[in-house]
């Protein structure tokens, strides 16, 4: 289970992602723990529509690539 070092999330505007809640003596050994560390200052509506891409079979591979080109860091 321990894959928190190499995962980002985008997480679109209508989501509400429990993985991504830490708390205090969450034992991330047997449970997701997903440490947030950033936020999406502007271009939320970009995250948006990534979420809305048509997914196969399965739902979690979209039927087309979705690629990010650039990410400004501030």
Not at 21 to 46: A, F, L, M
């Amino acid at each position: 289970m321990n894959t928190d070092g190499s995962q980002f999330y985008l997480v679109p505007s209508d989501s509400t992602p429990s993985h991504l809640d830490w708390n205090e003596g969450k034992d991330c050994s047997t449970e997701p723990c997903h440490t947030v560390y950033g936020q999406v200052i502007s271009g939320q509506d970009v995250v948006d529509a990534i979420s809305e891409v048509a997914t196969a079979l399965g739902g979690d591979k979209p039927t087309q690539d979705v690629r990010l080109i650039s990410v400004v860091r501030s």
